[in-house]
């Protein structure tokens, strides 16, 4: 399949698009700043700074479209060397050039909302979810490392995330929801690793229903589920004896903002870190005794680092706390996946937890939490370390085992 898609001549015509279009787009951007027209409201020197490095950056795509990599054997070593950083610099370049072009573009629609700027931008809304393809096929799916491809997946999340399709307030309130939520941008990532991840012959995350397990472990699995996001959601307690008979059932924002910031935490993060890195891990450590275990706790620690980004919103109490909870539960869930092959449970029970917090609270970032909290947070970290140690033992690791083979 490798092979096959990256020696297609749609997918090189496709990218040959995008790249000259690029470089037509960057050059409009820097002759229209020239002559006095504002881009961005930014000053000329760095329009133009911006832009060169860009097109610097950009030009060494062009041997993407070059032989594969049976060829890189005949280069020097420099020569080989520098194409295999090319793979890793077009792909995270691309992540954040394309959707910064489509940004620039969209400033200029009009400045009122209207009918024509909703529909030019649902074209380049739907656009956006396949624009990452070629240079997957032709750039990231190259990267053979397995650090590599952990690293740059990850990044390239990070950067698609974080780089919004537009900053024009002009548009339709729902569209724009799509954006700043993240959804969308989660949705392009998830089409690209889809794609990639099939090129590294992994296949599809498995979401039977879970029926290997003992009836009774998977019963107290969703019991546990359960109890830990009605507490989590609308336990309002600030001390031990409140616990039980503290409660706030009060919706504070039930907004498509917040439902879709929840579905993209939930969908995203499951996807990258129960389905990639712990694939990519799982497969790395075959045949080691300790497979299940490193490759629990290592997609789980960058499960963990992921959470430090929120250190942009929040301070570092309340990041740090977040990241050492994120630790646990990822370790919870990679296994409480490993254990039933069930991999809508983890998206499910993580897409609920923050959706239901997101609209109790109404907000997306976390408060600062009180001495209690923490107590609370360390009790509950303990709590599913013990079940995910508990799953990763006797009969129950039996299981894992027999599944990882299967889900691989």
Known sequence: MAHKLQNNSH???????????????????????????????????????????????ILPGIFLIDSPEAHLSKLKNWQRYARLFNHYLQSLSQALILPGIFMVLSSMLQSKVSFWNNTIFIIIMLYSLI?????????????????????????????????????????????????????????????????VMQIWN???????????????????????????????????????????????????????????????????????????????LLRALQNRSWQLDAAVIGSSFIFSLIHLTNLIAQNWVTTLNQAAFAFSIGIFLAALYLYTKAFWWPVIFHISLDLLSFITSGHTTMAAPSQFKWQFSLLIMAIFLVTALFLLSGSRREIMHKNVSELL
Not at 38 to 54: D, E, R, Y
């Open 202 to 280: 992994f296949p599809l995350p498995k979401s039977a229903w879970p029926t290997q397990g003992s009836k009774k472990v998977i019963t107290f699995l969703v019991i546990l589920c359960l109890v830990f996001i009605f507490f989590n959601t609308f336990s309002t307690a600030t001390n031990w004896q409140q616990i039980l008979t503290h409660f706030d059932f009060h919706i504070s924002a039930l907004s498509l903002n917040f439902i879709l910031s929840g579905m993209e935490a939930g969908l995203l993060e499951e996807w990258l870190c129960r389905f990639i890195f712990l694939y990519l």
């Open 131 to 195: 624009m990452y393809i070629p240079v997957g096929i032709l750039a990231l799916s190259r990267i053979q490392a397995v650090s590599g491809r952990l690293l740059t997946t990850m990044f390239m999340a990070l950067i698609i995330l974080g780089t919004p399709l537009t900053n024009n307030h002009n548009l339709n309130k729902i569209l724009l929801d799509f954006i700043h939520s993240g959804f969308l941008a989660a949705m392009s990532f998830i089409v690209l690793t889809l794609i």
């Open 11 to 57: 997918i090189h015509y496709w990218f040959l698009g995008q790249y000259f279009g690029e470089l037509i787009i960057l050059t409009c951007i820097m002759l229209r700043r020239i002559l006095g027209i504002a881009v961005q409201n930014q000053p000329l020197g760095l329009v133009l700074l911006l832009s060169i490095v860009a097109f610097i950056i």
